[in-house]
């Protein structure tokens, strides 16, 4: 089975910074869009950064300039680096992915992505 499993998360100041982890396992096709999602209470869950097997990435609007997302495809490990952290950054941060390329907009469409993990927990105050 393919399994999502966050790390990461806690409590930063404003401007501060952290990095999330997404550990990948059971997967073995060679394509892939793996990425971020984030939930604030009860809304829905918003697209944050993607990034496929070829590297190419994506971000939203908000946090364009801020956010990082990278892979190492060697150990299978997904990182998202958040700095000049925001209170409205404040959010359940899930790890999602599916079984291909990263198409436009795809950070619009989480009912795309087949696999999520259990999600961490940032707050910024």
């Known amino acids: 089975d393919v399994q999502l499993v966050e790390s990461g998360g806690g409590s930063v100041q404003t401007g501060g910074s952290l990095r999330l982890s997404c550990s990948l396992s059971g997967y073995t096709a060679s394509t892939y869009c793996i990425g971020w999602f984030r939930q604030i209470g009860d809304k829905g869950r918003e697209g944050v950064a993607v990034?496929?097997?070829?590297?190419?990435?994506s971000y939203a609007n908000d946090v364009k300039g801020r956010f990082t997302v990278s892979q190492d495809s060697a150990k299978n490990i997904l990182y998202l680096q958040m700095n000049s952290l925001k209170p409205e950054d404040t959010a359940m941060y899930y790890c999602?992915?599916?079984?291909?390329?990263?198409?436009?907009?795809?950070?619009?469409?989480?009912?795309?992505?087949?696999?999520w993990g259990q999600g961490t927990q940032v707050t910024v105050s």
């Open positions: 990034i496929d097997a070829q590297g190419i990435s």
């Open positions: 999602a992915a599916f079984g291909g390329d990263c198409y436009v907009g795809v950070l619009s469409y989480r009912a795309d992505f087949s696999y």
